[in-house]
T-cell receptor, first 117, second 112 residues
Framework: GAVVSQHPSWVICKSGTSVKIECRSL??????MFWYRQFPKQSLMLMAT?????????EQGVEKDKFLINHASLTLSTLTVTSAHPEDSSFYIC?????????????FGPGTRLTVL | SQQGEEDPQALSIQEGENATMNCSYK?????LQWYRQNSGRGLVHLIL?????REKHSGRLRVTLDTSKKSSSLLITASRAADTASYFC????????????FGTGTQLKVEL
């Protein structure tokens, strides 16, 4: 099956700093990538949809200036949490759907655990 | 919120028993998918059922879909300790452009 990687797998940062999370499709071209956030013992909440070469579409209540998304190529999307605060601590997961996969299935990355001190 | 709901929130069974999880959703859908998540890990796709399908099987998994009631169930037969995980349903709404809305999840614990 299609493989999606995320980097880093975990990160600890100080309040006020920015953190960049990468999401890569390793063996297919990801025309669309989705970014989710998951708080402990809760479900995944979609933050934004990212299409290659165009601006991301953010879900209601998600600040686009705080969560910057760049989908510059068909294999890479990045999420930058700017001026991170402790309440941004969460598990961030990306998923991809793409060219030639032949189904509506999304392939999920392993997630990035962000802890803001 | 358009988030679906799952019940039970938590389920504890003995190895060898069957586990049934239910999912309810709110909008019309193209398909419904079930995912598994081990603690602190990413999601693994289990099965997808389309809106015109009523039942689907994959190994020890059986999924049903009732679009009139906007509900689905996931049955895991002959459970194993390795099935211990959280299970989420996710719906792709009609006209939603591949976006998924996840249910609240069921934490399954299979004890030896």
């Amino acid at each position: 099956g299609a493989v999606v990687s995320q980097h880093p797998s975990w990160v600890i940062c100080k309040s006020g700093t920015s953190v960049k999370i990468e999401c890569r499709s390793l063996d297919f071209q990801a025309t669309t990538m989705f970014w989710y956030r998951q708080f402990p013992k809760q479900s995944l909440m979609l933050m934004a949809t990212s299409n290659e070469g165009s601006k991301a579409t953010y879900e209601q209540g998600v600040e686009k200036d705080k969560f910057l998304i760049n989908h510059a190529s068909l294999t890479l999307s990045t999420l930058t949490v700017t001026s991170a605060h402790p309440e941004d601590s969460s598990f961030y997961i990306c998923s991809s759907s793409g060219i030639g996969l032949g189904s509506n299935e999304q392939f999920f990355g392993p997630g990035t655990r962000l802890t803001v001190l | 919120s358009q988030q679906g709901e799952e019940d039970p929130q938590a389920l504890s069974i003995q190895e060898g028993e069957n586990a049934t999880m239910n999912c309810s959703y709110k909008t019309s859908i193209n398909n419904l998918q079930w995912y598994r998540q081990n603690s602190g890990r990413g999601l693994v796709h289990l099965i997808l059922i389309r809106s015109n399908e009523r039942e689907k099987h994959s190994g020890r998994l059986r999924v049903t879909l009732d679009t009139s009631k906007k509900s689905s169930s996931l049955l895991i037969t002959a459970s194993r300790a390795a099935d211990t995980a959280s299970y989420f349903c996710a719906t792709e709404p009609t006209g939603g452009g591949n976006k998924l809305t996840f249910g609240t999840g069921t934490q399954l614990k299979v004890e030896l």
